[in-house]
């Protein structure tokens, strides 16, 4: 009777994707991401990388709008190629491969390279609130990938495994086109590490870091409960 009802109103949607997501994915390919980011390195001396940044940048649109092309959603952002490739065999499938793209960034005369990447889960999110079956308005799809966002935050905080090895970069898009926001995006979260690495070397606490969006900075209007709460799919 208890998973009926937690069936009829939604529960627990964005809290499974977000377990899913970590235990399926980021959890096997983060411990790797600073290795292949080194050998593309060395591999690579010209193409200009920064230790900071190696990082999975995960991007987090709270619309649940996400690319398959990153290219053409924005212009400075251009593929340069794939890192090294994790390959297991999982659930039946023998050599499963797992990998990563690099780009480069455009920022006015310089150039920054970073794997990035979207939350792959949104889609499912976006997909069940385009489909009459699921009965997901969009209200639903917000307050979900909300809670998606702060669960996988949560998840990954306490995973030891995966420490200094991503970058949840989690936005609200205007509404307006504008041509370039995403890689405004991008460079606020790279230009930030940047300047966080130099802040601790230099243990110079007295400068204040350049603004970038984080979760403490965005109007998340999650309940204060850890526990997933119930969805509504009658509009209100």
Not at 37 to 48: C, L, Q, T
Not at 99 to 107: A, E, G, Q, T, V
Not at 148 to 163: D, N, P, Q, V
Not at 194 to 221: C, F, I, M, V
């Amino acid at each position: 009777e208890m998973s009926e009802m937690s069936e009829r109103s939604k529960q627990n949607v964005a809290h499974g994707l977000a377990w899913s997501y970590y235990v399926g994915y980021l959890k096997i390919v983060l411990p790797q991401l600073k290795k292949a980011m080194e050998e593309f390195s060395k591999a690579n001396p010209n193409v200009p990388t920064c230790r900071e940044t190696w990082k999975l940048h995960i991007l987090v649109p709270l619309s649940c709008d996400v690319y398959d092309d990153l290219e053409k959603a924005d212009s400075n952002i251009q593929y340069l190629t794939d890192l090294m490739e994790t390959t297991l065999t999982r659930a039946g499938t023998k050599k499963r491969v797992y990998k990563h793209s690099l780009y480069m960034i455009r920022d006015e005369d310089k150039l920054w390279s970073c794997a990035v990447e979207y939350a792959t889960p949104l889609q499912s999110l976006y997909a069940m609130s385009q489909d009459e079956c699921a009965a997901f308005s969009r209200e639903d799809r917000l307050e979900q990938a909300k809670l998606f966002y702060r669960t996988l935050e949560e998840i990954l905080k306490g995973s030891r495994e995966c420490a200094g090895t991503y970058r949840l970069i989690v936005y609200q898009e205007s509404g307006e086109a504008e041509t370039h926001f995403l890689s405004r995006e991008l460079l606020c979260h790279l230009r930030q590490q940047r300047w966080e690495e130099y802040a601790l070397q230099e243990e110079s606490p007295s400068h204040s870091p350049p603004t970038a969006l984080s979760s403490t900075e965005l109007n998340l209007q999650l309940s204060h409960s850890d526990l997933p709460q119930p969805l509504r799919s009658d509009g209100f």
